[in-house]
């Protein structure tokens, strides 16, 4: 019976730790949303106060729970956060391979039928990793990509509100000289 319930709070725990992470990455999400820009200075910077003060509440509730690692386990975990850190340090010099390359390790840790290639070599690391950390990897490359996926669609509504601008423009120039 104590066994069922040490599981049960190990469970929650890892339920808050999960909750925490969602609401730190909703809050980041809203901060940078291309609604920000379209609301008056004063809105924005009131709705930035909250968030930064909501943020800060967040970051308070500190949530651990400890997984227990053999030797090897402990190395695959170290093997593992190594090439997911590197991917992500590549992200400013070529976004689109580092999302297909982060795309092919998610594949990796998924046991679904893959959408694309799976890098092998991670999934052997990911497999000699406890279970719970498999689980904490395959989220941590979730966020990611929902991040990327995230930053996609800024640039492109970006880069389309300037491509609207210069075509106005050039609409306009052309009717000043025709």
Not at 75 to 100: C, M, P, Q, Y
Request: charged share 30%; aromatic share 2%; glycine share 4%.
């Amino acid at each position: 019976m104590p066994h069922m319930w040490v599981e049960a709070l190990r469970e929650a725990a890892t339920a808050v730790e999960q909750e925490k992470e969602i609401l730190l990455e909703m809050i980041h999400s809203i901060q940078n949303s291309q609604d920000m820009r379209q609301i008056s200075d004063g809105e924005r910077e009131e709705l930035n106060l909250t968030a930064n003060r909501l943020m800060g509440r967040t970051l308070t509730v500190e949530v651990s729970v400890e997984t227990i690692r053999n030797p090897q386990q402990q190395e695959s975990l170290k093997h593992a956060t190594r090439i997911i850190d590197e991917v992500v340090n590549k992200f400013l010099d070529d976004l689109g391979n580092a999302k297909s390359h982060l795309m092919s390790l998610y594949s990796a840790c998924s046991s679904e039928v893959p959408h694309g290639p799976v890098d092998q070599k991670f999934q052997s690391i990911v497999i000699g990793c406890a279970l719970e950390d498999q689980k904490k990897i395959k989220r941590r490359l979730e966020t990611l990509l929902r991040n990327i996926e995230n930053s996609d669609k800024a640039i492109k509504l970006l880069e389309h509100s300037k491509g609207a601008g210069t075509k106005t423009l050039q609409q306009n120039a052309e009717s000043k000289f025709n």
